[in-house]
T-cell receptor
C-alpha cells in the first residue's frame, strides 16, 4: 500500500525567506503526488500535483514542488514566505493500481515569523 | 458555486448516542470520501464510495456507517460503538476515473462527544 512520510512536525521560517516542507513517499507503481494546505477549522485546499513529465511542478499561491524519483521525494517550496502562508501542509500519494485511494502524511505546521 | 457542504460545523453529543454528519456535493463527482483528522495523525480514511449504492471500508471503519443513496449525498453515522469519536471529520469528492484528479474537501464537522 502507498504511504507518505513528512518527517518534521513544525517548520519555522522568517518572512521573506525560502520555505521548504519535506515529503517522501512509498508506492509500488507510478506515484501521483499532491500537496494540500489547511487553515484552522477548514477543509484542505489543493495546491499542486505531480503526474508525469517535468520534475518541477508549479502550483497555487507561488508554491512549487520538486519530484525526485531516486530519492522518492516531493518537497514543497516557496522562494519567499509570507505570514499568510502559516498553515498546516499535507503531502499525499495515490497509487496507479486503480483503487483511487489517497494516502496522506501526518502534516507539517508551517509558522512564518514576521 | 460548485462545492462540498458539510453540516453542521460543530456538533455535540452525549456518549452512547448515534450521530449523523451530512455531506452534500454539487460537483457531479462520482467518488466521495470520509476522513477523520486527529492532531498529529494526519487524515485517516473511514469510508469511500465510487458509485451510488456502493461503498467500501477505509482504514478505520469500525464504529462508523455510511449510505450512498444519491450521487450528491454521502452521510456518515458515528455509532455508539466508536470508542473515541471526538474528532474533526472531513468529507471529500473526486472524479471517479481521475488518478490525477485532486480531492475537493468540505470545511469539516467538529464532533465532540462527552
Amino acid at each position: 500500500a502507498q504511504s507518505v512520510a513528512q518527517p518534521e512536525d513544525q517548520v519555522n521560517v522568517a518572512e521573506g525567506n525560502p520555505l521548504t516542507v519535506k515529503c517522501t513517499y512509498s508506492v509500488s507503481g507510478n506515484p501521483y503526488l499532491f500537496w494540500y494546505v489547511q487553515y484552522p477549522n477548514r477543509g484542505l485546499q489543493f495546491l499542486l500535483k505531480y503526474i508525469t513529465g517535468d520534475n518541477l511542478v508549479k502550483g497555487s499561491y507561488g508554491f512549487e514542488a520538486e519530484f525526485n524519483k531516486s530519492q522518492t521525494s516531493f518537497h514543497l517550496k516557496k522562494p519567499s514566505a509570507l505570514v499568510s502562508d502559516s498553515a498546516l501542509y499535507f503531502c499525499a500519494v495515490r497509487e496507479s493500481d486503480g483503487n483511487n485511494r489517497l494516502a496522506f502524511g501526518k502534516g507539517n505546521q508551517v509558522v512564518v515569523i514576521p | 458555486d460548485g462545492g462540498i457542504t458539510q453540516s453542521p460545523k460543530y456538533l455535540f453529543r452525549k456518549e452512547g448516542q448515534n450521530v449523523t454528519l451530512s455531506c452534500e456535493q454539487n460537483l457531479n463527482h462520482d467518488a466521495m470520501y470520509w476522513y477523520r483528522q486527529d492532531p498529529g495523525q494526519g487524515l485517516r480514511l473511514i469510508y469511500y464510495s465510487q458509485i451510488v449504492n456502493d461503498f467500501q471500508k477505509g482504514d478505520i471503519a469500525e464504529g462508523y456507517s455510511v449510505s450512498r443513496e444519491k450521487k450528491e449525498s454521502f452521510p456518515l453515522t458515528v455509532t455508539s460503538a466508536q470508542k473515541n469519536p471526538t474528532a474533526f471529520y472531513l468529507c471529500a469528492s473526486s472524479i471517479i476515473q481521475g488518478l490525477n484528479s485532486p480531492l475537493h474537501f468540505g470545511n469539516g464537522t467538529r464532533l465532540t462527544v462527552t
